[in-house]
């Protein structure tokens, strides 16, 4: 097909130094994941490899500012991967990169309000990702959403005038509803299409269970994205079906589109990622498609400046 001239912002990608930083779920592989085989990613994943990615590019899509989502950096000093990313992004070499800083926090904490001060330091920092599924199938289990700790101190996110990046399993659906409800002032992003994790039917009447009940709240936007975390040969229906869904719910003016790389690069290139969406979204007007691409994640992540192309 040919790609017409396409400007897009990746709402959602990683970086990590193995050297400089520490990722138990990388370093020691320690800690479960819904990432399957990920052995692959336990290399450095640097702005110069990000920006080698993006050169695969068809020559008219052109990245021109990212969101970087925590990457489970050690969970004794959150506040260091911030640190680091923002020193990444103020390197002239990295080109503004990234534009954008979701950090991590456990809110239920004693240093909850200490971290989010830290985090709020740094002029990139834009919100918050504490996973909630994270030790939900652990021994012991531990979900946040019944934690009296988490739940008083979740107000701290509005108080920064932060967003909150969604991510769960579907059996939280009805507790990250309420949670969304009780703090209608905070800007809620959803991660990779609500993360279907099965194809299985009952599970996928969930999970659109889920996304509706989400939807029909206007502090919910979602990322388009992650598509290898449940169907690893995945194709441009996967696209149209998934995305599709969460275009027809949340309307495009509520969607934005992201690589989640390098972890999707354990099934597709970035090239192949963007040429998908471009195909899949091919039948939107100029305007949503601008919208869809760059407009809505610049929107919802704040971002003022696009990447220096000098």
């Known amino acids: 097909m040919t790609v017409p001239a396409t400007q897009f912002v990746d709402a959602h990608f990683h970086l990590w130094d193995l050297g400089k930083n520490y990722y138990p779920w990388l370093s020691d592989g320690d800690r479960p994941s819904v990432v399957k085989d990920f052995s692959s990613l336990r290399r450095n994943y640097l702005v110069q490899d990000f920006d080698a990615d993006a050169r695969t590019l068809a020559p008219a899509m052109e990245r021109v ?12 000093d959150h506040v260091r991967e911030t640190a680091w990313l923002q020193s990444v992004a103020d390197d002239p070499a990295s080109h503004g990169t990234p534009q954008a800083i979701v ?5 239920a904490a004693p240093d909850a309000q200490k971290v989010l001060e830290a985090h709020f330091a740094f002029r990139n920092t834009r919100g918050i990702r504490q996973a909630l599924h ?10 946040p959403l019944e934690d009296p700790a988490f739940q008083r101190n979740f107000g701290l996110v509005q108080r920064f005038g932060l967003s909150f990046d969604l991510q769960f399993f579907q059996e939280q659906g009805e507790g990250v509803a309420a949670l969304v409800r009780a703090h209608p002032g905070v800007q809620f992003i959803l991660t990779h299409c609500g993360m279907p994790l099965s194809t299985e039917a009952e599970y996928l009447a969930l999970w659109r269970r889920n996304l509706q009940s989400l939807a029909a ?22 696209v149209r079906d998934f995305g599709g869904c969460c275009l027809d719910l949340f309307g495009v003016a509520r969607c934005m589109l992201a ?5 999707d690069r354990i099934h597709a290139t970035y090239d192949r990622v963007w040429l998908s969406y471009a195909e899949a979204f091919a039948d939107l007007s100029p305007h949503e498609r601008e919208a869809l691409f760059a407009g809505n994640a610049r929107r919802f992540y704040r971002i003022e400046h696009t990447k220096d192309a000098s």
Do not use: C, M
Request: charged fraction near 20%; charge should be negative; avoid cysteine.
């Open 65 to 76: 500012a990212a969101v970087h989502i925590q990457a489970e950096h050690d969970p004794k």
């Open 103 to 107: 950090a991590n926090a456990d809110l």
């Open 134 to 143: 994270r030790r939900l199938h652990t021994s012991p289990r531990y979900d």
């Open 217 to 238: 709240l206007p502090n919910v936007a979602v990322k388009i994205s992650g598509f290898g975390l449940w169907a690893p040969d995945w194709d441009v229906g996967t």
């Open 259 to 263: 690589s989640n790389f390098p972890v």
